[in-house]
């Protein structure tokens, strides 16, 4: 608030002096035509030859009114005129006078640096016209104000402008002075009747032209002068006094003239006349006042001084001495009120102009009127405020309301001007605003009352209702005033506490309207401007296109182009218009462009049509990875993977964090290589419901041979732009790969986009893409951080290699299990040679066959060169010592192999290292998709079962199941053996056939019987053994088959702990009815142990049947074999016990009768009745057998002899295992022997 | 001036963007020039709401501003958005239940986690309810 208040305080102080100013004693000036002559010689009148001395500083003269008491003048400012000017012009002139004066004002420097797109800059403007001096009163309102307050000059009402004192200036030249200054009063005296009094102050002046006649001459003639009218009434002033300097040249004189010549109207008046101001003489009068020397503007100063301070203020005084003295005598008093107010209706009111009473000079309101207006300018106040109350009850009793309103008013500006009470000055202007309106026929006094208040009010620092006060001053059709008016009360918004800005738009929108109305563009097109810094961020659609409309008509109005450009490519987004109005925004803007433009390519617009996607924009860039077509859409994952099992580890040690080198590391980069695309995704959309064409677009690059510091705009000599065309319908959207090879090794740096839209304009954008900011930012390094794909700097490095590699005759569609072949070129096709390649595929699914180097332009097959590849885990990989030269081609057979369902997708991945290795980049892996649809066929699924009666068999069972809803599958005899077992189907089809036939959606089991061959190897789990039954038939090469079996075994899930796994594969045709070609396949599939609980296996076998001659000897011995079959996947410890029966009293089935031990019994007993009396059996030999580490899937086998000692049948079941875990510390777990059955017959009979 | 006898613009502004506008009118057919000087009479208005806002403890702002016989209605929630009602006809009881009842369609609109005060509403049950709840109380 301290600030507003100063700020008040100066205007204040602004508006005080300005009403001293323009209320200061006028005095008429005649002169003889001579003296007019001898200032014409520097292109001055007399009267304006005075103006810039007028204004009287420090004169510290003492005046005494009315008051007992003297005060002094500091200050005065006189007003001179020439008699012929002095009368007030029409107001049709003043109108035409105004717009003529405003619409010839320059104001193009006003609103420099308020941009329209920036609000900023309008902050800066309104914060640095707040701090000015002058408030924010724009120039051409301060010219407006003075022109206006010029016009209003010499009314009638008003006693003002009179003049007090007459200035009769003679040549010095005449030799009868004195006569010739009697004739020249007597003629100013009958052409100015009107103003002239005979209580007028005269003064005379003797001009003398130096150039023309001696000085002493007209000294002698002053003196004459002054014996004719007196001492103190006469003055001499010289002229033309400069003698020019040959040698020097004359020094600048200061242009102290200019700015007090106002232009004169063309029906004359208002205190003007016209001058010729290119100087009569036409010698080196070409500047203003160019033949003054610093004598004679001192000789004017010291007249002027002479004047004011003992001639016109001892007139003044007396003058308001004499008023104010006839005053009291007829109207202070009680007599005289009582006497005023009875007699007063009486009065003539003959003179009555326009239903109002007129006052002529003799009539003692206009005494009083003028008493007050002298006073004024005496600076009395308090007694010009007493006498415009005095007599304003008069006006007001009379219903004198123009009279009234200027007494009122001055009245107001005398409490202004003893800085009384703001309320009481409003009060006072508030009632002559309102006086000038009951008047109503002179509006233009009602406006300068209103615009006095406003002053007013905004000096009490309450701008609001100053503005309130302008809006009321628009009161007729007259759009310049209007105009003036809303934008002075715009600005007036500013100053609010708050600063309104969006009322400050309103009303500035509003004064660009009203100022295009009246035919003043420039200041039209200067309130359209400052609109559209507060609407810089285009939220309000309407406005911001209307605003642009508006000033895109006025800028082509002023022929401000460029302007009008920017405007009308602002329409270019409205979206809301129907396609016809957009069609002539299009169209007229590219008129615009067309001419300011010209072709010329360096100039660019920022277009916002077609809208480019700046925030978005996706790099396709080779660094050390590259990515064939539709590669770039899959996800990083799949290609990370691949990525570690193709590149080898020994490449990449050096590369951890440890050893890596930090500070070097620049990962704002990109890389890339020398001669190769970067292509660059960018989305343009046409907004517009019309059809674009846009053409030549390009990226905008910056290329640096050297480092980050050193970016120029880039040349065809190092960098090669693709330039792409297309044509954009209505609202529609395109995503357009631009691209950009670099040629020689250094930076690369995309700025943007160019485009040319529709043949005629140039148009650019830069791209912005979003991301955190970065800590610490080098010299010329970006601020933001960017994913790869989103940055736009790359670093190029020499020319490195690079494969394409294309896939021929690759399946549209297969089934799960088929087995396709396809072809596949490989090509270098960069610029150095490369080798060490290797090569893999997700889930193994691309097998690849050995390379054949093709020749060029060879057709001796025998001479190709042929390139073994060498499969490990997946991973294909190619001599060391190959190397493919640049150009050069190879060729491999590729076999697809998936037993994925749906759109699958093959990836795989190449890698290569370059034969020169560049530190930066040692390898590269080229990323490649193929898709391909997979429908569903055969399903194996089963389980593996332990055979009882050996283990040395397994018995799996097969389930197959046809997946497929369409056909009908074959699946052929399922397979031989492999490498351990002997496989065998048990159930076969009754036809005999090996082909099981399994229809849409059905299924169908098999058995098959696995038995061991021999004690050769033991099952591993793997297929490599695995012979099929129809191998050759299928076709295939053994690499492709080792491939296949290698990726069936990876593709089945791992067996849990401790199960067993045993591969089976199967092989299928099928006539399909989707492709109507025969297709084939091989499915597989790991068979799993069930029965996981049970991990050892136990079988004895015994010899059938036994015939002992128990005669001869009494012990039958029969010898077993206990066999111990670890199923489980780890090593088992344990021990084989043999209960000795004898002991254990366990004869089976031989219990003596009617022993009674259980209910049980019964049923044994009556089973077993001819075993009855049959000793028991036992174990002799080794009775404990233990066993240390028996591998998975290892048989042990223990000899054991049974002791038989009577012939009989006898059930042997004591025998037990107990076993464990070797590798953990696992309890005990016990396996019962399964009984078994020996029948012994005596050999005797 | 344009004159229609049942203007009404509905403007909804989070901070200084409308996010979501509404002409309502009764049988009138668009004038062109309407739209942007709508726009600037609405827009000028948020500088009285801006100071309206701190002399009131209720939602409901009532008239802040007139531009001839054009007149702004304004009512602010708590997150300080703003909407805005320009009519040219007096219905003061009508005007504060339209607000009242938008407000809470607004809280629905806000509700999504998604939506910040600048984000245009482009709700097509909104837009609806709204020209049904203009249809209740304005028209």
């Not at chain 1, 008046?269 to 080196?284: H, I, L, P, R």
């Not at chain 1, 001639?311 to 007396?318: D, K, Q, T």
């Not at chain 1, 910056?702 to 065809?716: E, N, W």
């Not at chain 1, 029969?1118 to 066999?1123: A, Q």
Request: charged fraction near 20%; proline fraction near 4%; glycine fraction near 6%.
């Amino acid at each position: 608030m301290a600030v507003l208040s100063a700020r008040a305080h100066r205007t204040l102080q602004d508006l005080q002096e300005e009403v001293a100013e323009r209320t200061g004693p006028s005095c008429l000036v005649s002169c003889s035509p001579e003296v007019d002559s001898y200032c014409q010689k520097s292109g001055l009148s007399f009267v304006h030859l005075l103006r810039p001395f007028c204004q009287l500083k420090n004169v510290n003269a003492p005046v005494r009114t009315v008051g007992d008491s003297a005060y002094r003048i500091q200050d005065l400012t006189i007003r001179v005129y020439d008699g012929r000017t002095m009368y007030q012009p029409t107001v049709a002139q003043g109108d035409d006078h105004l717009a003529h004066v405003l619409s010839s004002y320059r104001v193009e420097k006003e609103i420099e640096g308020v941009d329209a797109g920036s609000e900023e800059s309008l902050r800066g403007y309104l914060n640095s016209k707040i701090e000015r001096a002058r408030e924010v009163k724009v120039p051409w309102w301060r010219k407006f104000r003075q022109e206006y307050d010029r016009l209003l000059l010499f009314g009638t009402h008003e006693t003002l402008d009179l003049p007090v004192a007459a200035i009769i200036a003679v040549n010095s030249s005449d030799p009868d002075v004195v006569s010739k200054t009697k004739a020249l009063v007597e003629r100013t005296r009958q052409e100015h009747a009107d103003v002239w009094n005979p209580n007028l102050l005269k003064h005379f002046v003797l001009v003398h032209d130096c150039q023309n006649g001696d000085m002493e001459m007209a000294k002698r003639q002053l003196e004459g002068m002054k014996l004719a009218f007196g001492k103190n009434e006469c003055h001499m002033v010289h002229l033309n006094g400069k003698v020019p300097d040959l040698l020097n040249g004359t020094p600048p004189i200061p242009d102290l003239w200019s700015e007090c010549i106002k232009e004169s109207l063309p029906g004359g008046g208002a205190g003007e006349f016209k001058v010729q101001t290119s100087g009569a003489g036409g010698d080196e009068g070409s500047t203003l006042g160019s033949l003054l020397s610093d004598e004679d503007i001192n000789s004017v100063i010291s007249f002027l001084k002479d004047f004011v301070v003992k001639r016109l203020i001892p007139h003044l005084e007396n003058r308001i001495r004499y008023f104010n003295h006839h005053i009291s005598s007829t109207r202070k008093g009680m007599r005289n009120q009582f006497k005023n107010y009875w007699f007063r209706k009486e009065k003539d009111n003959s003179l009555a102009v326009n239903g109002e009473p007129a006052y002529g000079p003799q009539s003692i309101e206009f005494q009083i009127r003028h008493l007050g207006d002298l006073s004024f300018m005496m600076k009395d106040f308090e007694l010009a405020l007493s006498s415009y109350r005095l007599v304003s009850n008069d006006f007001k009793s009379d219903k004198a309301w123009k009279n009234y309103g200027g007494s009122m008013e001055m009245a107001g500006l005398c409490i202004v001007m003893m800085k009384g009470s703001q309320r009481e000055a409003e009060t006072c202007l508030d009632s002559a605003f309102s006086a000038y309106q009951r008047h109503g026929k002179d509006w233009k006094l009602t406006v300068r009352s209103l615009l006095v208040l406003s002053e007013v009010l905004v000096a009490s620092d309450r701008p609001r209702e100053a503005i309130g006060a302008l809006k009321a001053a628009i009161i007729d059709n007259n759009h310049l005033r209007a105009a003036l008016l809303l934008e002075q009360a715009a600005y007036l918004y500013i100053l609010s506490p708050k600063p309104l800005f969006r009322k400050f738009a309103f009303h500035m929108a509003l004064a660009g309207r009203h100022y295009s109305t009246c035919g003043n563009h420039n200041l039209s097109a200067q309130a359209y401007t400052l609109v559209l810094a507060v609407h810089s961020k285009h939220n309000w659609p309407f406005i911001d296109e209307h605003m642009h409309f508006s000033l895109g008509k006025e800028s082509k109005q002023i022929e401000n182009t460029p302007l009008a450009l920017q405007c009308w490519m602002r329409l270019l987004v409205a979206i809301y218009q129907p396609a016809n109005v957009q069609q002539q925004y299009l169209d007229e803007f590219l008129k615009l462009s067309e001419a300011v433009q010209a072709g010329n390519k360096s100039n660019m617009l920022p277009l916002l049509l077609p809208n480019v996607d700046v925030e978005n924009v996706y790099v396709h860039f080779d660094d050390f990875r590259c990515f064939s077509a539709g590669a770039y859409a899959q996800s990083e994952q799949v290609w990370s993977r691949l990525d570690e099992r193709v590149i080898p580890p020994a490449i990449l040690s050096g590369q951890n964090w440890l050893q890596a080198d930090l500070s070097s590391s620049k990962d704002y980069l990109n890389l890339c290589g020398a001669q190769e695309e970067i292509g660059v995704d960018v989305e343009f959309a046409n907004v517009l419901q019309v059809t674009i064409k846009v053409q030549d677009v390009h990226l905008d690059c910056s290329y640096s041979a050297t480092d980050i510091k050193g970016f120029q705009s880039s040349s065809a000599e190092d960098v090669e732009v693709k330039h792409e065309q297309f044509t954009l319908l209505p609202l529609e959207k395109t995503l357009i790969r631009l691209r950009v090879s670099v040629k020689k090794p250094g930076m690369l740096r995309i700025n943007g986009v160019r485009w040319l839209l529709c043949g005629i304009a140039y148009g650019a954008q830069e791209f912005d893409i979003r991301g955190p900011k970065r800590k610490k930012v080098g010299e010329g390094e970006p601020h933001r951080d960017h994913p790869p794909h989103r940055r736009l700097l790359f670093e190029v490095l020499p020319t490195i290699p690079r494969i394409q590699a294309t896939f021929s005759e690759f399946p549209e569609n297969m089934y799960a299990g088929e087995i396709c072949k396809c072809g596949l070129t490989i090509e270098n096709t960069g610029a150095a040679p490369l080798h060490a390649m290797r090569i893999v595929s997700t889930n193994n699914s691309l097998i690849f066959g050995k390379f054949i180097l093709a020749q060029e332009e060879s057709l001796i097959d025998f001479d190709q060169q042929s390139v073994e590849t060498v499969n490990s885990g997946g991973v294909y990989s190619l001599p060391e010592d190959f190397t493919l030269n640049p150009g050069a081609k190879m060729q491999c057979s590729v076999w697809i192999y998936t037993t994925q369902v749906g759109n699958v997708g093959m990836h795989s991945a190449f890698y290569f290292q370059p034969k020169q290795s560049h530190a930066k980049m040692k390898f590269r892996v080229l990323h490649c998709t193929q898709h391909v649809q997979v429908f569903p066929s055969i399903q194996l699924s089963g389980e593996m079962l332990l055979s009882e009666v050996s283990t040395k068999q397994l018995v799996l069972h097969t389930k197959i199941r046809n997946c497929n809803t369409q056909d009908t599958f074959f699946v052929e005899k399922l397979v031989e053996s492999n490498g351990t077992h002997d496989l065998n189907v048990i159930c076969a089809r009754s036809d005999d056939s090996n082909t099981h036939r399994v229809n849409p959606k059905e299924q169908t089991a098999i058995f098959i019987e696995a038995d061991e061959k021999g004690a050769a190897g033991k099952l591993d789990g793997s297929m490599q053994g695995l012979n099929l039954a129809g191998e050759s038939m299928l076709g295939l090469e053994p690499c492709v088959l080792r491939s296949l079996k290698e990726s069936l075994r990876l593709s089945t899930p791992e067996a849990q702990a401790g199960g067993m796994k045993f591969p089976l594969l199967a092989s299928w045709h099928t006539n399909s009815r989707v492709t109507a070609r025969e297709h084939s396949g091989v499915i597989g599939m790991n068979f799993l142990m069930k029965g996981q609980d049970k991990p050892m296996h136990m079988t004895v076998s015994y010899p059938q049947r036994i015939v002992h001659n128990f005669g001869g000897d009494a012990v039958c011995m029969v010898p077993c074999t206990i066999s111990i079959f670890n199923a489980s996947q780890q090593s088992i410890q344990g021990t084989l016990n043999l209960d000795n029966a004898v002991h254990n009293t366990k004869p089976s089935w031989t219990m003596p009768k009617g022993s009674g031990q259980g209910p049980n019994d019964e049923s044994m007993e009556s089973e077993g009745s001819d075993l009855s009396g049959c000793p028991s059996y036992c174990w002799c030999g080794k009775l404990v057998h233990k066993f240390y580490d028996v591998q998975p899937w290892e048989t042990k086998e223990v000899a054991a002899t049974v002791c038989i000692f009577a012939p009989g049948c006898y059930e042997v079941d004591a025998f037990r295992l107990q076993w464990s875990f070797s590798n953990a510390n696992f309890s005990q777990n016990e396996l019962e022997g399964t009984k078994f059955c020996l029948n012994v017959s005596d050999g005797r009979l | 001036m344009p004159r229609d006898s049942t203007t009404l613009t509905f403007v909804i502004v989070g901070e200084e963007t409308p996010i979501y506008e509404c002409e309502i009118k009764a049988g009138a057919k668009r004038e062109e020039t309407v739209n942007y000087l709508h726009e600037f009479v609405l827009h000028a208005s948020l500088d009285n709401i801006d100071e309206a806002i701190w002399t009131t403890q209720s939602c409901y702002l009532k008239q802040v501003d007139r531009y001839y016989d054009l007149t702004v209605s304004a009512y602010a929630t708590s997150s300080l958005v703003k909407f805005l009602l320009l009519h040219d006809s007096k219905n003061d009881d009508g005007i504060r239940n339209f607000f009242h009842d938008i407000h809470e369609y607004y809280i629905k609109i806000m509700l999504n986690p998604f939506h910040t005060p600048t984000t245009k509403i482009k709700s097509k049950p909104f837009d609806e309810k709204v020209k049904l709840l203009a249809q209740k109380y304005l028209l």
